[in-house]
């Protein structure tokens, strides 16, 4: 399957999807705390998506060959859960960390971001885990300009989690993305540089590494979508939807009240 090449009409269509995906999770952020549901954060996700925005969920029964249909809106994944996490009605404590995962689609085009929470006061490990796995997004995100190579973004992620003292999650990855969820190319967040496909203006896809505080290894929980750490050690993941340009790199899924950027990333927005 071929690498879809978006034009500046289609991206322009893309960047308001993307923008939507995020003003979903500034929308969230306020009600993100100990004692509210996962359930109702998805409950309320899905109405500001469809009777605020106008858009649709793109993950409410979405199906890929091999999995049961998503039944929510948003993934939201706690604690020593890597990704895909199911809403429930289980409450979130103080100090849990939560990844909200939110996909929309706005005219054809589909936006996907993510976000860490840290739930109430969380622990300086915890804080330590959100805030490695960040930057590690952003130094992937750095490295993307036309002539870069698809490996050279998964060095980048790779070398900085080691050094820190992590592990990168290696059954999941970044994806193509367009009219269609999950497109070519898939984007490691590991690898060697100058190795796999080119980057050319006109590519987008996702960087979204799942960082693990222990070991890498993982398993499936018996939903058939959850993801957890093997050795139940917290794991952490931020996402982005990234174009390529001319000169190097747009996102498409920043919003008003999105995070800080590292200092080496806002000298380069």
Request: net charge negative.
């Amino acid at each position: 399957m071929s690498i879809t090449i978006k034009t500046p009409e289609d991206i322009e269509g893309m960047r308001v999807a993307g923008r939507l995906a995020s003003e979903v999770l500034d929308f969230l952020t306020p009600h993100v705390k100990p004692g509210v549901t996962t359930a109702h954060l998805d409950k309320i996700a899905l109405d500001y998506i469809e009777n605020v925005q106008g858009a649709t969920s793109a993950t409410v029964g979405y199906q890929p060959p091999g999995y049961p249909p998503f039944p929510s809106s948003i993934c939201t994944s706690i604690n020593h859960q890597v990704c895909h996490g199911i809403p429930n009605d289980r409450p979130l404590k103080n100090g849990d960390i939560v990844n909200i995962d939110v996909t929309v689609i706005k005219d054809g085009w589909h936006g996907d971001t993510s976000r860490m929470f840290i739930v109430g006061e969380g622990s300086i490990a915890a804080r330590r885990l959100c805030q490695i796995t960040y930057e590690a997004m952003w130094r992937g995100i750095a490295k993307v300009k036309p002539g870069a190579r698809l490996g050279d973004i998964g060095h980048a992620i790779q070398t900085f989690v080691e050094n820190a003292g992590y592990s990168v999650v290696r059954e999941f990855c970044g994806h193509g993305i367009g009219r269609k969820f999950h497109e070519e190319p898939q984007v490691l967040h590991y690898g060697r540089p100058g190795t796999l496909d080119e980057l050319v203006p006109g590519m987008v896809f996702t960087i979204e590494p799942m960082v693990n505080a222990g070991r890498r290894e993982i398993k499936e929980m018996p939903d058939g979508w959850t993801i957890v750490t093997r050795d139940r050690s917290l794991s952490a993941q931020w996402e982005h939807t990234v174009a390529v340009t001319d000169t190097g790199y747009e996102i498409l899924t920043l919003s008003a009240g999105y995070p800080p950027l590292p200092e080496f990333a806002r000298a380069a927005t």
